[in-house]
């Protein structure tokens, strides 16, 4: 997998859909696979605001655990 191209590609799709957490989410996670953990942390908080715990908690979840190892990584 190449975090550079998924960043390139969630960039993408969060500019064409910027209320999709989802979208946000994965620009997280390629953001950390690419080292840059403040901007993963900030992009999983907003993937967080976008989001209703109740309609979605697997993301919920999910995003909760990048937050978590994020601040594993500084």
């Known amino acids: 997998r190449s975090g550079t191209e998924s960043r390139t590609i969630a960039e993408q799709l969060c500019a ?3 209320n999709n957490a989802e979208h946000w989410a994965t ?6 696979e690419l080292g840059q953990f403040d901007d993963a942390k900030q992009t999983a908080q907003r993937a967080l605001s976008l989001v209703d ?20 990584q500084q």
């Open 27 to 32: 620009l997280a996670a390629a953001q950390a």
């Open 16 to 18: 064409k859909e910027s």
């Open 53 to 72: 715990e109740k309609t979605n908690p697997t993301l919920v979840g999910r995003l909760r655990v990048y937050m978590a190892s994020f601040e594993h």
